[in-house]
């Protein structure tokens, strides 16, 4: 049985979890105080060209100004032509989903203080603020409109040909405006026509009045705001594969059911409201499930595990063999624990909203049908995944490059803040490296003219190092002629150290340089 459950009743945050057999396979986060940008579309200025990275910095009204690369530029026409006179954008260089082969330079396509439509694509993340697109789209349940494409297009992920071509003749029959493109999503497989056509006047209307705010509002404005988590979720993910979808805020209930009414009223049965006194995620026992995505190493059922490191530049993956040693053979036990591991590493992409570049060290295989079967199950597994992935052949060192579309923040940088003791480094000095450069700091300190006494407060463990020195200390206080007071306190953070000077008079000076 396949369970989506919503948990919405702390109005801070909403939590989805999509289990299949108990088993918790994607999972979704959004707190009300990072709400994702990704989706919505504004009406900007360009404040800033910059020719050598061929982009734009454009102002939408929020604390930072938006990324607009030069391949994401698009002509708009039909944002400032006049009411019935909506012309079709132009083919040619500025085509949907086409990296330009000589794309316009960046100081030719925009120039400073120019108005411009733009969605964004991916949300801001550190100092950086949201990736732009001009070439905007708006997604329904089973369609999605385009006005820069002046054609019917069928999901990628439709292969079956007789599929396709029905889908195309089903919408062409519904008669779309001539100056708007859609492409059908994989959601529109086996939809009525009647459905179809609901979803598709829902589209045309929402972008009609894009269109009447674009051209009324002055730049910075939002013209468009993206749906919350709950019915994008829904919108985006549900399949009648989805046996129910249980929730437990009635405010959110009553909002998917007349979500559904509009776009899915066959499936709307399968919502059921949640009013039970344990809450909602440890009545269905997924919160372990859930408390294990915080955890690095991740342990797989024959015994091996997967390392996952994120750092700033990309994530590494690596497979450990383990406990693992029903085999009889090195290269059947690698193979074994990589089939499990290219599985899992997938899923956990997902949980976790892994994006970016990750790079997977599998165990050494040296038969080529081996690695060609670990290749397959990562690309059958990938194929699950809503986001965007390339993935390259393995290596012969066995290592595999995945680049993971990059939408919005992972659920540490969700979740987690950066540790004050290390600036998240994931390590602190040892007590004997922070002993040692204490008593360094110590006796740059006495070194100092008018110091006459040295007060440092430390951790107890650091405390402990530095009496097991206290022979050197004495020494140093015998030279200089100074004294030197050591404090513990259970308070002060191990990796931290609290020092202070005095002159003769018992006045505090100036903390020497750390």
Same mark, same amino acid.
Not at 54 to 67: D, M, R, S, T
Not at 253 to 268: S, W
Not at 446 to 472: D, I, M, N, Q
């Given at each position: 049985?396949?369970?989506?459950?919503?948990?919405?009743?702390?109005?801070?945050?909403?939590?989805?979890?999509?289990?299949?057999?108990?088993?918790? #396979?994607?999972?979704?986060? #959004?707190?009300?105080?990072?709400?994702?940008?990704?989706?919505?579309?504004?009406?900007?200025?360009?404040?800033?060209?910059?020719?050598?990275?061929?982009?734009?910095?454009?102002?939408?009204?929020?604390?930072?100004?938006?990324?607009?690369?030069?391949?994401?530029?698009?002509?708009?026409?039909?944002?400032?032509?006049?009411?019935?006179?909506?012309?079709?954008?132009?083919?040619?260089?500025?085509?949907?989903?086409?990296?330009?082969?000589?794309?316009?330079?960046?100081?030719?396509?925009?120039?400073?203080?120019? #108005?411009?439509?733009?969605?964004?694509?991916?949300?801001?993340?550190?100092?950086?603020?949201?990736?732009?697109?001009?070439?905007?789209?708006?997604?329904?349940?089973?369609?999605?409109?385009?006005?820069?494409?002046?054609?019917?297009?069928?999901?990628?992920?439709?292969?079956?040909?007789?599929?396709?071509?029905?889908?195309?003749?089903?919408?062409?029959?519904?008669?779309?405006?001539?100056?708007?493109?859609?492409?059908?999503?994989?959601?529109?497989?086996?939809?009525?026509?009647?459905?179809?056509?609901?979803?598709?006047?829902?589209?045309?209307?929402?972008?009609?009045?894009?269109?009447?705010?674009?051209?009324?509002?002055?730049?910075?404005?939002?013209?468009?705001?993206?749906?919350?988590?709950?019915?994008?979720?829904?919108?985006?993910?549900?399949?009648?594969?989805?046996?129910?979808?249980?929730?437990?805020?009635?405010?959110?209930?009553?909002?998917?059911?007349?979500?559904?009414?509009?776009?899915?009223?066959?499936?709307?049965?399968?919502?059921?409201?949640?009013?039970?006194?344990?809450?909602?995620?440890?009545?269905?026992?997924?919160?372990?499930?859930?408390?294990?995505?915080?955890?690095?190493?991740?342990?797989?059922?024959?015994?091996?595990?997967?390392?996952?490191?994120?750092? #700033?530049?990309?994530?590494?993956?690596?497979?450990?063999?383990?406990?693992?040693?029903?085999?009889?053979?090195?290269?059947?036990?690698?193979?074994?624990?990589?089939?499990?591991?290219?599985?899992?590493?997938?899923?956990?992409?997902?949980?976790?909203?892994?994006?970016?570049?990750?790079?997977?060290?599998?165990?050494?295989?040296?038969?080529?049908?081996?690695?060609?079967?670990?290749?397959?199950?990562?690309?059958?597994?990938?194929?699950?995944?809503?986001?965007?992935?390339?993935?390259?052949?393995?290596?012969?060192?066995?290592?595999?490059?995945?680049?993971?579309?990059?939408?919005?923040?992972?659920?540490?940088?969700?979740?987690?803040?950066?540790?004050?003791?290390?600036?998240?480094?994931?390590?602190?000095?040892?007590?004997?490296?922070?002993?040692?450069?204490?008593?360094?700091?110590?006796?740059?300190?006495?070194?100092?003219?008018?110091?006459?006494?040295?007060?440092?407060?430390?951790?107890?463990?650091?405390?402990?190092?530095?009496?097991?020195?206290?022979?050197?200390?004495?020494?140093?206080?015998?030279?200089?002629?100074?004294?030197?007071?050591?404090?513990?306190?259970?308070?002060?953070?191990?990796?931290?150290?609290?020092?202070?000077?005095?002159?003769?008079?018992? *006045?505090?000076?100036?903390?020497?340089? *750390?």
């Amino acid at each position: 049985m396949i369970s989506m459950l919503i948990n919405a009743s702390e109005k801070e945050e909403t939590r989805i979890a999509v289990m299949d057999g108990g088993k918790l #396979e994607e999972y979704y986060v #959004e707190r009300s105080s990072r709400e994702t940008l990704v989706g919505n579309v504004y009406k900007g200025r360009v404040e800033n060209i910059h020719p050598g990275l061929q982009a734009a910095f454009v102002n939408i009204g929020l604390e930072k100004n938006g990324f607009l690369h030069a391949t994401e530029t698009r002509q708009q026409e039909h944002f400032y032509a006049p009411e019935g006179q909506q012309r079709p954008a132009r083919r040619g260089r500025f085509d949907r989903g086409r990296r330009r082969r000589s794309p316009a330079l960046i100081q030719s396509a925009l120039k400073v203080g120019q #108005e411009v439509v733009v969605q964004v694509v991916r949300d801001g993340f550190g100092e950086k603020g949201p990736s732009l697109t001009m070439d905007v789209s708006l997604p329904g349940r089973f369609l999605v409109l385009t006005p820069t494409l002046q054609h019917v297009g069928v999901s990628k992920k439709i292969t079956d040909r007789q599929e396709r071509l029905h889908l195309r003749t089903l919408l062409r029959e519904l008669e779309p405006p001539e100056h708007i493109g859609f492409i059908i999503r994989t959601a529109g497989t086996d939809t009525a026509k009647t459905d179809l056509k609901a979803d598709l006047n829902y589209l045309v209307r929402a972008w009609t009045e894009l269109i009447s705010r674009a051209k009324g509002s002055p730049a910075p404005a939002e013209l468009y705001h993206e749906a919350e988590l709950t019915i994008r979720t829904v919108r985006d993910i549900f399949s009648k594969e989805i046996d129910e979808i249980v929730v437990d805020n009635s405010a959110v209930y009553r909002r998917l059911l007349d979500f559904f009414e509009q776009v899915m009223m066959k499936y709307q049965e399968r919502i059921k409201y949640y009013s039970g006194g344990t809450p909602i995620f440890n009545h269905y026992r997924i919160e372990a499930q859930i408390k294990e995505l915080d955890q690095k190493v991740v342990s797989l059922p024959s015994g091996g595990t997967i390392v996952i490191e994120q750092t #700033e530049a990309l994530t590494a993956i690596d497979v450990n063999s383990g406990k693992y040693t029903r085999e009889k053979s090195p290269e059947e036990t690698a193979y074994r624990t990589n089939m499990e591991a290219a599985r899992e590493i997938l899923r956990q992409f997902r949980l976790r909203d892994l994006g970016g570049i990750a790079v997977i060290d599998f165990i050494d295989m040296k038969e080529i049908r081996h690695r060609r079967d670990v290749e397959e199950s990562i690309l059958r597994e990938a194929r699950r995944d809503k986001s965007q992935i390339s993935i390259l052949p393995m290596s012969q060192f066995c290592l595999t490059e995945i680049a993971r579309q990059k939408i919005r923040p992972s659920l540490r940088l969700v979740t987690y803040d950066s540790c004050p003791t290390c600036n998240g480094a994931g390590f602190v000095k040892s007590v004997e490296s922070l002993g040692l450069e204490l008593l360094r700091l110590v006796r740059s300190a006495l070194g100092k003219e008018g110091v006459a006494t040295v007060e440092v407060v430390v951790h107890p463990e650091v405390g402990a190092f530095l009496e097991s020195k206290r022979k050197e200390i004495d020494k140093i206080e015998e030279l200089t002629r100074k004294k030197i007071h050591i404090n513990v306190n259970r308070d002060v953070p191990a990796a931290s150290v609290e020092m202070h000077s005095y002159n003769e008079q018992g *006045q505090k000076m100036d903390a020497p340089e *750390q």
